[in-house]
């Protein structure tokens, strides 16, 4: 432009250069999976592209394939009734909210989830938000300052731990599924801050194992600290109806402080939510920045969710339909010396790999076989710790938990006597 500033020269010590995007850790991450993949001939296991729902019998590039890598565990997402409230709620409100909730964005179909939420829950108030991520990033941000501390399981999901960080509190991990490490760390920190969150998750997602509720209420009654427990995979999968957590141990659910979960699982939508008291809530619908500040739930994905959670409730033979296959699932794994870790045989069964590359390249055989199923790779989990991660449903058959398993023990043997990936194993 013209202008005194724009005439004047920059000094040397003014000029900044910085480099591009490729410059960043976490592209020349991708870079070496990338060549490595390359080099072993594997094709890239993310991003496949389905053609049609999220269901068990799905087409990717034109062929048929068995999918154990859907979270609509109850077959929600595909019910027809399920299907109608949505394509109701369309014709009634539209698709987007338009606008937060706060200012133009509220419709009776929000209350009504929330209501439905809460008296599942069985606590006085509930709150959705757009994202199930951006439900933990946003709660804890809102509840947690400098002045408090965090305490995680290892395998707790990247949104805690991304709202962890926003929040500013102090964080600390323990073993998963370690409560005396979690006592120890209560222990040594209980006096120095002024506010404790525990979190910890209904059901792993990556071990497909639960923690134990009533210890961690007895050390919450003990030590005084507010309990998390994100459900995301919990919900309709966990307890004799798939109610959750607290369900499973028979625990009265009001004396966990957040309940957390998403709608984009067993509810077959998209959003998250937070049940827990009237002042929780409240302080969340007042000034939760991704619910402040962020369009309303589209009303369409809310009726959706409804309409799920209804089904799931007056349907428990859904779930114990899942349990049956997980614990089919389970049963053949172990049979055929796969190494399932601690899953419980429920919504999420692990088969523990260890190399990541060969992880990836077992993906690749299994969906030539018509089974998808995706490796889950360093650095989701530890080094030595990929694997192939299975999510079972109540609408997989007898045929193909067993086909699955047959099929992931043969190609692991075959890739065993290539001696495969033998080479890139870290020690
Ligand atoms: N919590 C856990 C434990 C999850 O596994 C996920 C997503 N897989 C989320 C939160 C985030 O939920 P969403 O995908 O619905 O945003």
Redesign the pocket.
């Known amino acids: 432009g013209a202008g005194p500033a724009a005439a004047r020269a920059p000094t040397p010590a003014a000029r900044r250069s910085q480099p591009g995007f490729e410059a960043l850790d976490d592209r020349k991450q991708v870079n070496v999976m990338r060549v490595v993949s390359e080099a072993m001939g594997i094709a890239n296991p993310f991003f496949r592209s389905h053609d049609g729902p999220a269901s068990v019998e799905t087409r990717i590039d034109g062929r048929a394939a068995v999918n154990f890598a859907t979270?609509d565990y109850l077959g929600l997402g595909q019910d027809a009734r399920v299907r109608k409230a949505a394509h109701d709620a369309i014709d009634r409100f539209g698709v987007s909210a338009g606008a937060s909730r706060l200012v133009a964005g509220e419709r009776p179909v929000h209350g009504a989830l929330e209501a439905a939420l809460a008296r599942h829950y069985g606590t006085e108030d509930a709150i959705v938000f757009v994202?199930?991520?951006?439900t933990?990033v946003s709660t804890l941000g809102t509840l947690l300052t400098a002045k408090d501390l965090v305490l995680t399981d290892s395998l707790i999901?990247n949104?805690i731990l991304v709202g962890a960080q926003l929040s500013g509190a102090s964080r600390r991990s323990f073993a998963h599924n370690d409560l005396d490490a979690l006592e120890r760390l209560l222990v040594e920190n209980a006096r120095r801050y002024r506010n404790i969150l525990v979190a910890v998750?209904g059901l792993y997602?990556m071990d497909g194992d639960l923690p134990d509720l009533p210890r961690l209420l007895e050390l919450r009654a003990r030590f005084g600290f507010w309990l998390l427990v994100?459900e995301?995979?919990a919900l309709g999968t966990v307890g004799p109806t798939g109610g959750g957590l607290a369900e499973q141990f028979g625990a009265d659910a009001t004396e966990v402080d957040i309940w957390m979960g998403?709608?984009?699982?067993t509810l077959g939508a998209?959003?998250?939510y937070v049940a827990g008291s009237a002042a929780l809530i409240d302080v969340l619908k007042a000034s939760a920045p991704g619910f402040v500040f962020s369009v309303g739930l589209p009303p369409v994905l809310a009726a959706t969710a409804l309409s799920a959670l209804e089904i799931m409730e007056a349907e428990p033979e859904r779930c114990q339909r899942l349990q049956a296959n997980g614990a089919r699932f389970l049963e053949r794994a172990r049979a055929a010396g796969l190494d399932t870790g601690e899953s419980i045989g429920g919504a999420v069964v692990p088969v523990l790999i260890g190399d990541s590359i060969k992880a990836a390249k077992l993906s690749e055989r299994l969906l030539a076989r018509g089974y998808n199923v995706l490796p889950i790779l360093f650095p989701a989990v530890p080094m030595n710790a990929a694997r192939l991660r299975f999510f079972i449903t109540s609408e997989h058959n007898a045929a193909q938990i067993d086909g699955a398993v047959a099929a992931t023990r043969d190609e692991i043997d075959q890739l065993d006597r290539d001696g495969f990936g033998m080479k890139l194993t870290p020690e």
């Open positions: 979270y994202s199930g991520h951006a933990n999901h949104s998750e997602s994100d995301a995979h998403t709608l984009s699982k998209t959003g998250g």
